[in-house]
């Protein structure tokens, strides 16, 4: 009974499908924008709840050019060892522009077995940019509710690099130097993790969950444009709540932080080849 009723579940992995998709995009009366449908969505489908950390979502395009003449194997090795795709014939030399972006679901989010969060949203691609592609990318991150929880203040926690009382959003203060650079624009969510064991909270020092949401700044190096972003999450539990002293992955498993990330893409000239079909 204790294998069936309790450990069984305990060790059971959260089954969480994850994905990105575009619609059928339409052209404007102009013929000179592309307004493409996106949905991203993630269904529990297991047996054990979940509480949302945080989730991301972005459309960047990247333009590029045509290549007559394929990249030989030296360019391969490089763009996939790096960890990028690799396109023989296209030249992708000019920098990437982020299109739109955003949160799928509220941080702090419970989602139960059979529930679902989706977002729909519909991007403008300007066809002045010429030949490229559009990437859909998305981000979740959610701990299991059968080992802990969240503060019921962790929605309601968020806290912001800049001043939003001011005109011009001036910076006031930086991320840690290993999650974002100085200067960096960023809002944060954070909350102490109670474990369901009342006697561990008691015990044992508490732990913190953050999410970040990092606006980047462009500088020499960066694969946008200057006066660009592409803003990316990062998430973590750590042993303050200022996130100085993150914890590994083994001393996180116990509370079963996982990540999910998910990404598609489409040539624009496709895009637009399904827009004027009947």
Same mark, same amino acid.
């Given at each position: 009974?204790?294998?069936?009723?309790?450990?069984?579940?305990?060790?059971?992995?959260?089954?969480?499908?994850?994905?990105?998709?575009?619609?059928?995009?339409?052209? $404007?009366?102009?013929? #000179?924008?592309?307004?493409? +449908?996106?949905?991203?969505?993630?269904?529990?489908?297991?047996?054990? &709840?979940?509480?949302?950390?945080? #989730?991301?979502?972005?459309?960047?395009?990247?333009?590029?050019?045509?290549?007559?003449?394929?990249?030989?194997?030296?360019?391969?090795?490089?763009?996939?060892?790096?960890?990028?795709?690799?396109?023989?014939?296209?030249?992708?030399?000019?920098?990437?522009?982020?299109?739109?972006?955003?949160?799928?679901?509220?941080?702090? &989010?419970? @989602?139960?077995? =059979?529930?679902?969060?989706?977002?729909?949203?519909?991007?403008?691609?300007?066809?002045?940019?010429?030949?490229?592609?559009?990437?859909?990318?998305?981000?979740?991150?959610?701990?299991?509710?059968?080992?802990?929880?969240?503060?019921?203040?962790?929605?309601? &926690?968020?806290?912001?690099?800049?001043?939003?009382? &001011?005109?011009?959003?001036?910076?006031?203060?930086?991320?840690?130097?290993?999650?974002? $650079?100085?200067?960096?624009?960023?809002?944060?969510?954070?909350?102490?993790?109670?474990?369901?064991?009342?006697?561990?909270?008691?015990?044992?020092?508490?732990?913190?969950?953050?999410?970040?949401?990092?606006?980047?700044?462009?500088?020499?190096?960066?694969?946008?444009?200057? =006066?660009?972003?592409?803003?990316?999450?990062?998430?973590?539990?750590?042993?303050? +709540?200022?996130?100085?002293?993150?914890?590994?992955?083994?001393?996180?498993?116990?509370? =079963?932080?996982?990540?999910?990330?998910?990404?598609?893409?489409? +040539?624009?000239?496709? @895009?637009?080849?399904?827009?004027?079909?009947?």
């Amino acid at each position: 009974m204790a294998y069936s009723a309790m450990y069984t579940p305990y060790v059971a992995p959260p089954e969480v499908p994850f994905m990105a998709s575009f619609g059928k995009p339409a052209l $404007n009366a102009a013929r #000179t924008t592309l307004y493409v +449908p996106a949905h991203f969505t993630f269904r529990n489908e297991g047996t054990i &709840s979940i509480f949302v950390i945080g #989730t991301r979502w972005s459309a960047t395009i990247w333009p590029s050019t045509f290549r007559e003449k394929g990249t030989g194997p030296a360019r391969w090795r490089d763009e996939l060892g790096d960890g990028w795709d690799t396109y023989r014939h296209e030249d992708f030399d000019r920098p990437a522009r982020m299109l739109a972006a955003g949160q799928i679901t509220s941080a702090g &989010s419970r @989602l139960d077995p =059979g529930d679902d969060f989706s977002k729909d949203a519909v991007i403008e691609v300007p066809l002045n940019s010429g030949q490229g592609r559009v990437q859909l990318s998305a981000d979740i991150s959610f701990i299991r509710a059968d080992r802990c929880k969240l503060a019921n203040s962790y929605p309601q &926690s968020i806290e912001y690099s800049w001043d939003v009382d &001011s005109a011009g959003r001036k910076h006031l203060w930086d991320a840690p130097r290993w999650l974002a $650079n100085p200067g960096d624009d960023f809002f944060r969510y954070r909350s102490r993790i109670y474990r369901s064991s009342a006697i561990m909270n008691m015990t044992q020092a508490p732990d913190w969950a953050a999410m970040w949401w990092v606006i980047p700044k462009w500088h020499e190096g960066k694969l946008f444009a200057p =006066g660009d972003t592409v803003p990316y999450m990062q998430v973590h539990i750590a042993r303050d +709540p200022d996130s100085r002293e993150v914890l590994n992955e083994d001393e996180q498993e116990p509370y =079963g932080m996982k990540t999910r990330s998910t990404a598609v893409d489409q +040539p624009v000239d496709l @895009l637009r080849q399904a827009a004027e079909r009947p």
